[in-house]
């Protein structure tokens, strides 16, 4: 995720540099929109690579689809530094989208199926945390390259980003495979080592048993009851609409829909630019500002860590757009007076500068509440079976959204001026009722229980559900568990080994079937 944040942030200081737009024949207002495709293009090659996610993560696995989506990056990086051409720049951004599409699509399912209850959203979280440290990482070389001048000060940041795919080249084949992954391809031995190395239990203990157990009733039950992607295109949901999936994916991905709307990648994309033009600063004061907030930005975002199971994602997501709705229409107000002409120059300067405390501001909100739990929440939210495939289209639904914001944002400021502002206003001032309507929390949940919830409860309007919206979990799941605990503690373990034809067991699992009928 580092390599995401700062493959994302590195850009916005590379189209301010003079060299880099003499180079591509990118300078001056009339190219502009050209600017703009070129900058957004990368999250067209992001939404495609999210949605090969599809059809080859499930296949893959975990790990070996991070490090196909880690190769295709690596060659799309190549030729965006060894660019002297739009037509090269644009097809190496392509490329190395398609790579991070890949990745985003994959880190945070592998990350969730990995994890603890207790420790799931906040791993999540610190994964998107290394993410903005990956972010302020590149505004901090970009504002310290331009001070040089050719191409060394817009090549050699692109160039850094090459390091990150060392690494995990070097971590990657050395992490466990997603125990969910295994059990649902049926590699029984290996994901009963996993979970217990998880846990820091033995194989045989009664919780990696009714652990174990758990993800077997939900792979189960899923495909038994869970809609084929053939059927959710014809709008068939069977009966009761099945396992909820298609409200299950909608939520999912609205997250991520909902991450871009808010109006972050006006800023992260384009902060120097927008701190130019809107604001009127010099373009190293600019620079420099935006590095100082990146910094502030990680730093609030650490808020996130404790909080995020102590108050739910709900809370967090209504928080923070609450803060974002305020910062932006403070800063509306602020640049649409900068701009009167009934004030003096100096007025204007002043108000203009005041603004940018609340593009500070603005990024604190964003950090706490909409940095990490919309990557999140499409892995809790989906069903095991529906994980890769609900993870990949919330993050192609993130980078379709993202295209278009970073798409008209330059030509949005350059016409409309501080009415573009309005925009972001209106979307984080919505959002605080959308959430609180619709989407049931998942903190202090195991997947499992979410399944349990979609089963047990059809209903559109979440809210009315004290228990499906409390940040705590509800003491049911907490007895059903204890009291499975209790009950597999008797039994022999063996008869907890599926019968699958890649790790044997055919008579053991004939033999638990017939123990659970009596």
């Known amino acids: 995720m580092t390599l995401f944040g700062y493959d994302q942030g590195v850009f916005g200081g590379v189209i301010v540099t003079d060299d880099f737009l003499n180079t591509l024949g ?44 880690t190769t295709i990056m690596t060659i799309g990086a190549i030729l965006q530094i060894s660019s002297y051409s739009v037509a090269q720049m644009i097809t190496g951004r392509v490329i190395a989208g398609i790579g991070n599409g890949i990745n985003t699509a994959t880190a945070p399912v592998w990350q969730s199926e990995t994890s603890t209850v207790k420790w799931r959203g906040k791993l999540v979280i610190i994964e998107m945390i290394m993410n903005i440290a990956g972010f302020s990482l590149s505004n901090w070389v970009t504002y310290g390259f331009s001070y040089t001048s050719g191409p060394i000060a817009w090549r050699f940041p692109l160039a850094f980003q090459l390091i990150f795919m060392i690494i995990l080249y070097s971590t ?3 992490l466990p495979e997603s125990p969910r992954w295994l059990i649902a391809h049926e590699y029984e031995d290996e994901a009963y080592q996993i979970l217990a190395d998880l846990e820091n239990k033995d194989v045989d203990d009664p919780f990696i048993l009714t652990q174990h157990k758990e993800i077997v009733f939900a792979v189960d039950y899923e495909r038994k009851n869970g809609v084929g992607w053939l059927d959710l295109r014809r709008g068939r949901t069977g009966p009761q609409g099945g396992t909820c999936t298609i409200r299950r994916l909608v939520l999912g991905a609205g997250t991520q829909a ?143 959204f993202n295209f278009m914001v970073v798409e008209i944002t330059p030509i949005g400021i350059q016409t409309l001026g501080w009415r573009f502002y309005i925009i972001w206003v209106v979307f984080n001032f919505i959002f605080v009722p959308l959430i609180y309507l619709f989407y049931p929390e998942t903190a202090d949940r195991s997947l499992e229980d979410i399944d349990r919830l979609y ?22 799941y907490v007895e059903h568990e204890q009291t499975e605990v209790r009950r597999n503690s008797s039994i022999d373990p063996r008869m907890f080994r599926r019968a699958v034809g890649k790790t044997g067991g055919a008579e053991d699992q004939g033999q638990f079937e017939e123990k659970e009928r009596v």
């Open 172 to 174: 990657v084949p050395w």
């Open 26 to 69: 990118l300078a001056g207002p009339e190219n502009t929109s050209l600017l703009g495709t070129v900058t957004a293009i990368y999250d067209v090659g992001c939404f495609f690579g999210a949605c090969a996610a599809f059809f080859v993560g499930e296949r893959l696995g975990r790990k070996k689809t991070v490090l196909l989506g």
């Open 258 to 400: 909902m991450q871009q709307l808010v109006g972050i990648n006006v800023t992260s994309y384009y902060l120097p630019t927008v701190l130019i033009q809107s604001v009127g600063l010099s373009n190293k004061l600019a620079r420099l500002l935006a590095a100082c907030n990146s910094v502030s930005y990680l730093l609030f975002s650490l808020i996130a860590i404790p909080n995020v199971e102590r108050w739910g994602r709900r809370r967090l997501m209504m928080f923070g757009a609450a803060g974002q709705f305020f910062c932006y229409l403070i800063i509306t107000i602020c640049i649409r007076f900068s701009v009167d002409p009934s004030l003096s120059p100096d007025s204007q300067t002043k108000i203009a500068s005041a603004s940018i405390a609340f593009f500070f501001l603005y990024y604190v909100f964003f950090g706490i509440g909409w940095q990490g739990v919309p990557w999140l929440y499409p892995v809790e939210i989906n069903s095991l079976a529906m994980r890769t495939k609900g993870a990949a289209l919330g993050t192609a639904s993130n980078w379709a």
């Open 455 to 476: 089963r047990e409860n059809h209903n559109l309007f979440i809210f009315r559900d004290k228990e499906a919206i409390s940040p705590k979990r509800p003491s049911g």
